[in-house]
């Protein structure tokens, strides 16, 4: 295979993204990338992987060795629910693309992004790495999911048929900078800054969607991309890996309000919205995989990396995505 | 809508504008106490004025295979075709199917109002066995290009092909429709079976988005003329009628792979085809359905075996051999939702259509696909 005694030429889809701009970061600031390494961060500007030519153009442009793929239709809880055919049949489309393109030129390694929120609807807590498939999944996402799923059955596919070592990682919740913060589409936290910073200047309350009483573990995207560098580097094996805080830095929404509330010093009234659909009550995943690899690894406290993300959307509301 | 399902004396003849559904399927849920029932409109969709009081357009998709070949006996041989309606039977060389630009233009040539899905990838345990990505990318590739093909034509109904090979392994049994997504399928055909399950969350995508009733059904075995009786790749009974035409040849023992003791229930290509019909027709839910013979039908592949050698007169020896795999023990599957709709069909008995089977293979051995 290539790229086994040359340096890394890493390409990593979905680079603008939340994930992607986080592994940007630790790349050119914090000495992710070594000596000779080349890595690009490709977006959807370059290149539609939802169409094959497209994409095995960009693949012929940059000659990877190894692959980020992070690139898929996301969104929110209510995006999700309406959209289910677009987001089942897209992602299947981009992951076969980026999938088999990776497999046609030979690429050594590609690390795929699955989510915590592909796992069975009706399980036992803690989730881990070989529950995915054991059942459906949650009803609201179930067309994201199933698509995300079969990253995993296409891993295992392409190391039988052709010996490709193909993985995925599974991260809970992930917020951070980069991220999508619009009212309807984003995920909850990042929405949830964008209301608060907004109910701040217009004077008003703050409307959080939902009871507020799920419960979520979130992870910085900071820490991801620090766990993403060390599976594309390290980790070996086909069958996924979930990346995420203990089962005991699990909360409800309720107490990431205070948080946000806090970090951009919000002193008005929180509503908390019931007749908007809570999604699922609790997904909460063991990390037990990841501490047996990685011991050592130290998350940013989410109280800090609130903090860290509300300043970065005040600061940079103008390019924000909103 | 027509509901047979839970009030069979009902019978209900709603005709709504698109901008209605909403509103009207929350009527619905109040007077079906089941909250998955799906239950498929009447709507006017988009363009194209669709007239379900016309006759119909089919396109069989995999038209000349195994399940298809069945349905075209059906529909000329068997009065199974109305005034006025067309059947185009397609198979592979009409259309890749695996290509969109190639599906969208056959769709586009024949504008079917009506599909039945059955082309795919498919073999038996071992062609499975050494290619699970293939299987997988091939039938996601072709299901994803007919579900939305069709949906481009604005056709009001596809009936596609499960199977139930793609239920979960670990399982009790008997398996029932509600259980498809239950768990991981087993390990031999996991690519055909997560391909196959996602035309079950596509239809209900399709439902969801756009208020299609694009439907399901799932057979057991299928066997019957037409078949693959290739050795290597084709399904358990074929395989065992070639090899037991040819060990009658050459005067050598029949061999069969595996123990024979895992279990099947297997169905007659000409019932599932007048089944088909009947769904295509008359079922009007977007959850799939079982169609099969009874858990009592249930054979061992040694008692199958039997009935070939009884079916084509062999006198030879017959060996197991216990090498080889066996595939799966049992996928007992319950035909209660079938009964329930339909309580009147009458399957043809194993050892008869297994006979017609071995007849038709005799007669047409140069021609048959082997």
Request: hydrophobic fraction near 35%; glycine fraction near 8%.
């Amino acid at each position: 295979f290539i790229g086994e005694t040359e340096p890394m030429r890493v390409l990593v889809t979905g680079g603008s993204g939340l994930v992607g701009k986080a592994i940007e970061h630790v790349v050119k600031q914090e000495g992710g990338c070594l000596e000779g390494e080349q890595w690009t961060f490709l977006s959807s500007k370059e290149a539609n992987l939802v169409d094959l030519q497209q994409t095995r153009a960009v693949f012929e442009k940059y000659r990877p060795t190894h692959v980020i793929h992070l690139a898929a239709k996301v969104g929110g809880l209510y995006l999700h629910m309406k959209e289910n055919l677009h987001f089942l049949r897209d992602n299947l489309r981009i992951n076969d693309n980026v999938l088999q393109t990776s497999h046609e030129r030979g690429v050594t390694k590609v690390v795929s992004c699955l989510s915590s929120c592909i796992f069975p609807d009706k399980t036992t807590y803690p989730i881990d790495e070989s529950m995915i498939h054991n059942g459906p999944p949650h009803d609201s996402n179930f067309g994201y999911s199933h698509a995300k799923r079969m990253i995993d059955i296409q891993n295992r596919g392409y190391f039988a048929q052709h010996g490709r070592r193909y993985t995925a990682v599974i991260p809970t919740n992930v917020y951070g900078p980069y991220d999508n913060f619009n009212f309807e589409n984003g995920h909850v936290l990042s929405a949830l800054m964008h209301k608060t910073y907004a109910a701040k200047k217009e004077g008003t309350p703050l409307q959080v969607w939902g009871s507020g009483t799920p419960r979520r573990q979130f992870i910085y995207s900071l820490d991801v991309a620090r766990l993403f560098l060390w599976v594309l580097r390290e980790y070996d094996e086909i069958d996924p890996i979930i990346l995420s805080v203990g089962e005991e830095e699990e909360l409800p929404i309720k107490d990431a309000v205070e948080m946000i509330a806090d970090a951009l010093d919000f002193k008005g009234q929180i509503v908390f919205d019931t007749s908007k659909s809570d999604g699922q009550m609790k997904k909460t995943a063991s990390n037990a995989k990841l501490r047996r690899y990685l011991p050592d690894f130290t998350f940013t406290p989410l109280s800090e990396g609130i903090k860290k993300t509300c300043d970065w959307f005040v600061n940079n509301y103008d390019i924000a995505r909103t | 809508a027509r509901m047979g399902h839970n009030s069979p004396n009902l019978l209900w003849k709603i005709t709504l504008n698109f901008t209605d559904l909403h509103v009207s399927k929350s009527l619905f849920s109040l007077l079906l106490p089941s909250p998955h029932f799906s239950v498929c409109v009447r709507a006017q969709m988009g363009d194209r004025k669709v007239d379900q009081n016309g006759p119909m357009r089919v396109l069989v998709t995999g038209g000349t295979g195994l399940v298809g070949r069945a349905i075209e006996h059906v529909v000329k041989e068997e009065g199974g075709a109305r005034e006025g309606e067309e059947w185009i039977f397609l198979s592979s060389k009409d259309a890749n199917l695996m290509d969109m630009g190639e599906t969208r233009a056959v769709f586009q040539k024949h504008q079917p109002t009506h599909i039945i899905h059955l082309a795919a990838m498919v073999g038996g345990l071992f062609k499975n066995m050494r290619a699970n990505l293939d299987f997988w990318r091939n039938n996601i590739y072709i299901n994803d290009n007919v579900l939305q093909a069709a949906h481009e034509v604005d056709a009001v109904r596809v009936v596609s092909c499960l199977s139930t090979c793609i239920f979960p392994d670990k399982t009790t049994y008997p398996i029932d429709e509600t259980m498809i997504h239950n768990g991981p399928p087993h390990e031999s055909n996991y690519g055909y079976a997560y391909a196959k399950r996602m035309i079950d969350v596509h239809n209900r995508a399709y439902h969801q988005k756009h208020g299609r009733c694009y439907t399901a059904v799932i057979p057991t075995n299928v066997f019957g003329p037409h078949d693959n009786f290739n050795i290597e790749d084709g399904h358990v009974l074929p395989g065992l009628i070639h090899k037991a035409y040819i060990a009658q040849k050459e005067g050598s023992p029949l061999v069969v792979w595996g123990s024979g003791t895992p279990r099947r229930q297997f169905i007659y290509s000409l019932d599932l085809a007048r089944l088909f019909l009947w769904v295509l027709r008359e079922y009007h839910e977007v959850d799939p359905i079982i169609l099969s013979v009874g858990e009592e039908d249930e054979v061992s592949i040694k008692e199958a075996a039997e009935a070939v050698v009884e079916a084509l007169g062999f006198k030879g020896q017959v060996t197991y051999d216990t090498t080889k795999s066996d595939g799966q023990f049992k996928k007992t599957a319950s035909n209660a939702k079938l009964l329930q709709h339909h309580p009147n069909f009458t399957f043809t008995p194993f050892k008869q259509a297994l006979k017609q089977t071995c007849d038709w293979f005799v007669a047409n051995y140069d021609n048959a696909r082997k």
